[in-house]
């Protein structure tokens, strides 16, 4: 464990269910989110035929790198950095966040009655120190009927989540059974992203 102590942490990440979570657990965090220039969704397109578990730890080390530049960038204060990445997939296949309602159809139509795993990583940065760990769980879908993907997509909720849903919506209805961290599935491992913040010495 680093014996320096941190009274808060910068979040580079727009998520407001991450915000939550690290409340949740009594972190302070300042916000360290890209500048307009900035394409942070290039950042998460898949490399061809890379695994879901590479791809996820390696967007976000790719995350931390472009926060750590924006940092330095902005001349703030120095700190640990928190980013984090969350994907679906369903075999080896990558369910990343839909680009359109017909895509999110798509998804949930192929996740019904299927059991699919969502993979998250979250990495801790500070100074040229870096760890990552990923946490894997398992949610079994109900199977859903047309109509009920037609609701839900309706509603705008898949739109911005990997496999097109939010466990902490409507969707959890559907959901059969979980084996995993919840607040994995929703977007941060709590577990995880605790074991970090000890290793780095940041109070909480």
């Given at each position: 464990?680093?014996?320096?102590?941190?009274?808060?942490?910068?979040?580079?990440?727009?998520?407001?269910?991450?915000?939550?979570?690290?409340?949740?657990?009594?972190?302070?965090?300042?916000?360290?989110?890209?500048?307009?220039?900035?394409?942070?969704?290039?950042?998460?397109?898949?490399?061809?035929?890379?695994?879901?578990?590479?791809?996820?730890?390696?967007?976000?080390?790719?995350?931390?790198?472009?926060?750590?530049?924006?940092?330095?960038?902005?001349?703030?204060?120095?700190?640990?950095?928190?980013c984090s990445d969350?994907?679906?997939?369903?075999?080896?296949?990558?369910?990343?966040?839909?680009?359109?309602?017909?895509?999110?159809?798509?998804?949930?139509?192929?996740?019904?009655?299927?059991?699919?795993?969502?993979?998250?990583?979250?990495?801790?940065?500070?100074?040229?120190?870096?760890?990552?760990?990923?946490?894997?769980?398992?949610?079994?879908?109900?199977?859903?009927?047309?109509?009920?993907?037609?609701?839900?997509?309706?509603?705008?909720?898949p739109m911005g989540?990997?496999?097109?849903?939010?466990?902490?919506?409507?969707?959890?209805?559907?959901?059969?059974?979980?084996?995993?961290?919840?607040?994995?599935?929703?977007?941060?491992?709590?577990?995880?992203?605790a074991q970090l913040?000890?290793?780095?010495?940041?109070?909480?």
């Amino acid at each position: 464990m680093s014996r320096t102590l941190h009274d808060f942490v910068y979040l580079a990440s727009q998520s407001p269910r991450r915000r939550q979570l690290l409340e949740q657990i009594g972190v302070r965090y300042e916000l360290l989110l890209p500048d307009p220039h900035e394409d942070a969704e290039a950042l998460e397109l898949p490399l061809p035929r890379e695994a879901p578990l590479r791809y996820v730890e390696r967007v976000t080390r790719a995350k931390l790198a472009a926060a750590r530049t924006r940092l330095q960038r902005r001349g703030g204060v120095a700190a640990p950095i928190l980013c984090s990445d969350t994907t679906v997939a369903l075999g080896g296949r990558i369910l990343g966040k839909p680009q359109d309602a017909a895509e999110a159809a798509a998804m949930l139509h192929a996740l019904s009655g299927r059991e699919h795993r969502v993979l998250t990583a979250v990495a801790l940065g500070h100074g040229r120190r870096t760890q990552c760990l990923v946490n894997v769980s398992r949610v079994k879908f109900a199977p859903l009927s047309r109509a009920e993907v037609d609701r839900y997509v309706a509603s705008g909720e898949p739109m911005g989540k990997a496999g097109a849903y939010a466990i902490q919506s409507q969707a959890a209805a559907w959901i059969e059974r979980i084996a995993g961290s919840y607040s994995g599935i929703m977007g941060l491992p709590l577990f995880e992203t605790a074991q970090l913040l000890r290793r780095f010495g940041v109070r909480f």
